[in-house]
Every structure is written in structure tokens, then in C-alpha cells.
């Protein structure tokens, strides 16, 4: 499994747009980039998920470069309630082979009035 | 439409005692399972995973063990606690049968604290 590295913390503000950024240097053909939100004593819940370039749902957007070296994901106008922790996983589809999930440390988002 | 379900939602066991954490998935047939624990202010560590009955890789060494006696349910074990094996515990499973994904659906978890 390609192994993720992205910031421990990031501390923002409402309505501001946050952008948490991926690193995978090791991203294989067939790996996807998924990323996932976890509020404190909850699981983890499916943000999105992309192979290439753009995508985009009614929560966020995944921008993903042609190398796919990295991916940044990209909260539009953040409120109070988007303060959680973001994971950045990479990895083949799970359905295949029983493929794991294994997450990173996270992101710790803070958002403030 | 697909259910997790995970119990209890909170546990203290003294150290040396045993353990049965079970879950139980919903609307879905054939779905790999995984148990993760995390500690405090921590990320998630996956401890076991399963792509079919009786089929089980563990990912840590610990005192820990885990079975799927049926396609549906996974259940994390333990004959005697440490200390260290406090943490919150998850399940979740993957495998939508309409088609491949990356999406996992966790379960609410179990907070253990070993005394």
C-alpha cells in the first residue's frame, strides 16, 4: 500500500475554504485516493474518492494532479461543524483481493468563529 | 439498505479478563470486515481484517484475536486483558455488491477501558 503523508493540524475559520493536501509519492496504477472525516467518538465516514483529476460531490472536492503524486481535498466554506479529523488513504478497490484499509494519522481540522 | 451494528458502546473489564466484542453487518452478502482500535487522540490501527468466513489476517501481534463464524459477523476476542488494550474500538465493512469501492461503513464503536 502507498504510504500518506499530510499535516497533523490545520485551524481555519467559517466560511473560509480548507484545503488539506496528500502526499503518495508511491501511488501504484491501479490505487485510488480516498479520503474520510471522523468526528471524536465516531468512525470514520466516506468523504469522496478519486483515480484522476477533479471530482466533486455535495460535501467536497478532490483535486488530483496528473503525476497523482498528491491530492488535496477542498472543503468550501467550512462551518463549526466540519471541525474532525480528515484521513488521506490510497489503495487498490477493496472488493479486490480483500485490499486493507489502513489509515494514516489524519488531519486535525479546528474550525473557529 | 446496509446496517452495522457494534456492541456494547462502552465496556471497563478488569485487567485479565476476558473479552467478546461482536458485529454484525446488514444487507449485504460477502462483505470483508475489519476491526480497528484507537487510542486517545490517535489514528486508527487496523488490528484484523476478513474477506470471507473463517478467512482472518491479523495485522499486529497482540492478545488479541478475531473470528467470523458466519459471512455477516466478526467478533474481536481477548482471554486476558492488558492494561494497553484500552481504546476505542471499531468495525467496519466494504464490499458493496453492486460494484467495487473504496468506501468502507464504520460501526459506532466500543470505548474498552481495561482497569
Known amino acids: 500500500l502507498a504510504k500518506t503523508t499530510q499535516p497533523i493540524s490545520m485551524d481555519s475559520y467559517e466560511g473560509q475554504e480548507v484545503n488539506i493536501t496528500c502526499s503518495h509519492n508511491n501511488i501504484a496504477t491501479n490505487d485510488y485516493i480516498t479520503w474520510y472525516q471522523q468526528f471524536p467518538s465516531q468512525g470514520p465516514r466516506f468523504i469522496i474518492q478519486g483515480y484522476k483529476t477533479k471530482v466533486t460531490n455535495e460535501v467536497a472536492s478532490l483535486f488530483i494532479p496528473a503525476d497523482r503524486k498528491s491530492s488535496t481535498l477542498s472543503l468550501p466554506r467550512v462551518s463549526l461543524s466540519d471541525t474532525a479529523v480528515y484521513y488521506c488513504l490510497v489503495g487498490g478497490l477493496i472488493k479486490a483481493a480483500g485490499n486493507k484499509l489502513t489509515f494514516g494519522g489524519g488531519t486535525r481540522v479546528l474550525v473557529k468563529p | 439498505s446496509q446496517t452495522i451494528h457494534q456492541w456494547p458502546a462502552t465496556l471497563v473489564q478488569p485487567v485479565g479478563s476476558p473479552l467478546s466484542l461482536e458485529c454484525t453487518v446488514e444487507g449485504t452478502s460477502n462483505p470483508n470486515l475489519y476491526w480497528y482500535r484507537q487510542a486517545a487522540g490517535r489514528g486508527l490501527q487496523l488490528l484484523f481484517y476478513s474477506v470471507g468466513i473463517g478467512q482472518i489476517s491479523s495485522e499486529v501481534p497482540q492478545n488479541l484475536s478475531a473470528s467470523r463464524p458466519q459471512d455477516r459477523q466478526f467478533i474481536l476476542s481477548s482471554k486476558k486483558l492488558l492494561l494497553s488494550d484500552s481504546g476505542f474500538y471499531l468495525c467496519?465493512?466494504?464490499?458493496?455488491?453492486?460494484?467495487?469501492?473504496?468506501?468502507?461503513?464504520f460501526g459506532q464503536g466500543t470505548r474498552l477501558t481495561v482497569v
Open positions: 467496519a465493512w466494504s464490499g458493496e455488491g453492486e460494484g467495487d469501492s473504496t468506501e468502507a461503513f
